[in-house]
Each structure stands twice: as C-alpha cells, then as structure tokens.
C-alpha cells in the first residue's frame, strides 16, 4: 500500500526518472522507487492524466508502453528547469517552511534541502515587487517563534505575547492560554483564549514580537470554542469600515500582510483589493506610506483623508529649509 505522502513525491519524480530511461522494464522501475509493479503501474496511470492547464489531449503527459517497458513519448513540459519570479520563490519558502515544521511529515530533510536550493536560486529570481531576503528573514524568527508555542502546547503551559495588531497599528502584551497551532494558507497562526480579551483569538505568528513560556497551566475556559475557518481566518466585525484599494506591483505585499480580500487582477500586475480596517487615521497612514502604489476608490470619505493629509505635508514641506551639501 502506498500513502499519498509517499506517492506524490514519487509521481513528481517518475517523469525525469523515465525521461533518462527510455524502455525501463516496469519491474526495474518498482525496484528502483521501491513499490511493487502494481503500484507503478497504477502511478503512471495517474501520470497519463496530468499535464498543462487546459487539459486538452495534446497537453496530457503521454506515455508508450510496450510489453513490460515504458517509454515517456511526451513530457508536458517538465524537461524544462524551473524559472521563479521573486514572488512566486517567497510564496513557495513560505508554503515550504510551514511544511517543515507541520508534525507529521514524512521526509522534513527533503524538505529544507528544497528549501536551500529555492533560497541559492532567490537571486536570480525575477523581480515582481516582493523583497525576497526580508521574508526568509521573517520566516526565520516565525519558525522560533512557532518552536516556543509548540513547546508550551506540550507542556500544557500559559504564554506571554507582545503581539502586533495589524488593523489598528498597535503593540499589546497579553497573557494567554494556547489551544493549537494552526497553518491557513501558509501562514502560521496560534488559537489561544486571550485573557485580556476574554474570548478565543487567533495571533498571526509572524506578528507575535515576543513570547514567553509561563509557569502556570494553560487553562482555556469550558465556554472555548475552536474557531471556525471554513471561510477564512478574517470575518467583519460589526462597524468596521472597508476599503477597496487598487495596489500596484510594488505594493501586492500588503495583501499577503494584511487581512484583504482579492476582488482581481489587473493589468499590469495591479491587484484590486477589499480591506477592513478600525482606525482611519491608521489607513491613512498606510495608503501614504505607499508612495503613491495605492489608490483609494472606496469609501470616498478614506480617498478625501488621504488627499487631505498628502496636501498638508506638501505644504509643510514647502517652508522647510533648503540646505545644500558640501
């Protein structure tokens, strides 16, 4: 029998396996990957119907077999070597970190050797406004972030946070009790019932600035519920506003930062977004940090602020002094 986490690696694996091998007998090729011919047979089955997006019968991978041999007669493209752009390499680091330290996983060796050959590759990646080297930065101090709160889940043990709040702009530090880790999209977040809330609560990990392992149980009250993320992670609050953003390039990081919703691509690698926010000064703030790769198209009081704060500090800036460099 063959799990899914043994035979998708191997299915990755078989077309270059076969393209060096033209006419393998099956049964060399079972010994080789270690299953029995059966299940070969049965990948590369599985194989026949995979291939380029669209599906159409001359995207498929196709496959010629001949008595007890194959011969792989068209490859759908994976002869060619990967080319990443910089955000689709951080967006795979990302996914494959959170496997790396998902419990569970068969071959976590594999895993961080992939994980070193996407960061060798990151240089050469081409450009599409994400900053490659801040988010291994990142990612790092997440994973020892992610080790701490696994430690105290074990343990059974309470936690000290000081903890980023992204919608309003503010640091807090709050005790809380953890009731399990969780990956969303590739992202890391841990469930605890929040003490100085009093309510379950979920905490991005790439935003817990400090944590602390504490000597007292954790001890989540009977009322704690698991959070139900069927449809995502974010959900409205009662009064609080939204904007829709129009996001240049340079500035599609904030949707993988900040909780958005994607209403489409545009041309020219913008993105249209819906955000929510509680604070308007704070999102004033954010759209003019931008420099000018975000434009407000709703609400119109939100475009109003931003125009209004931008005007200012071009008339603040007018009665600066001048000084010239020696």
Request: glycine fraction near 10%.
């Amino acid at each position: 029998m063959s799990g899914s986490t043994d035979r998708m690696p191997r299915l990755l694996a078989l077309v270059p396996y076969l393209l060096a091998r033209p006419g393998i007998r099956i049964e060399d090729a079972a010994r080789d990957f270690g299953v029995s011919a059966r299940q070969l047979r049965r990948d590369l089955e599985l194989l026949w119907m995979c291939g380029l997006p669209g599906y159409g019968p001359g995207d498929l991978i196709d496959l010629s077999f001949e008595g007890d041999t194959v011969t792989v007669t068209f490859d759908a493209g994976m002869n060619r070597p990967l080319r990443l752009t910089g955000g689709e390499a951080t967006a795979l680091l990302v996914a494959l970190r959170a496997v790396a330290e998902t419990p569970g996983v068969v071959d976590t060796d594999a895993v961080h050797r992939a994980i070193a050959k996407i960061e060798a590759a990151a240089g050469q990646a081409q450009p599409s406004g994400v900053v490659v080297g801040r988010a291994l930065r990142e990612g790092e101090k997440t994973a020892a972030t992610r080790g701490v709160v696994q430690s105290a889940l074990r343990a059974g043990r309470a936690l000290r946070i000081r903890y980023y709040t992204a919608s309003r702009d503010q640091i807090t530090e709050r005790t809380v009790d953890p009731m399990r880790l969780l990956i969303v999209q590739a992202v890391g977040y841990l469930e605890a019932w929040c003490r100085r809330a009093e309510g379950v609560r979920l905490f991005r990990l790439d935003r817990i600035d400090e944590v602390e392992v504490l000597d007292e149980r954790a001890a989540p009250p009977p009322a704690a519920r698991p959070t139900d993320i069927s449809d995502g992670v974010f959900r409205a609050r009662p009064g609080q506003a939204e904007a829709q953003l129009v996001l240049e390039p340079d500035a599609r990081w904030v949707a993988e930062y900040y909780p958005c919703e994607e209403l489409g691509e545009l041309d020219g690698g913008r993105l249209r977004v819906r955000m929510r926010y509680g604070d308007e000064s704070w999102m004033v703030r954010l759209v003019l940090g931008l420099g000018g790769d975000a434009r407000v198209e709703s609400p119109p009081g939100l475009a109003a602020a931003v125009r209004s704060r931008a005007a200012a500090a071009l008339e603040r800036a007018r009665h600066l002094p001048v000084t010239l460099g020696q």
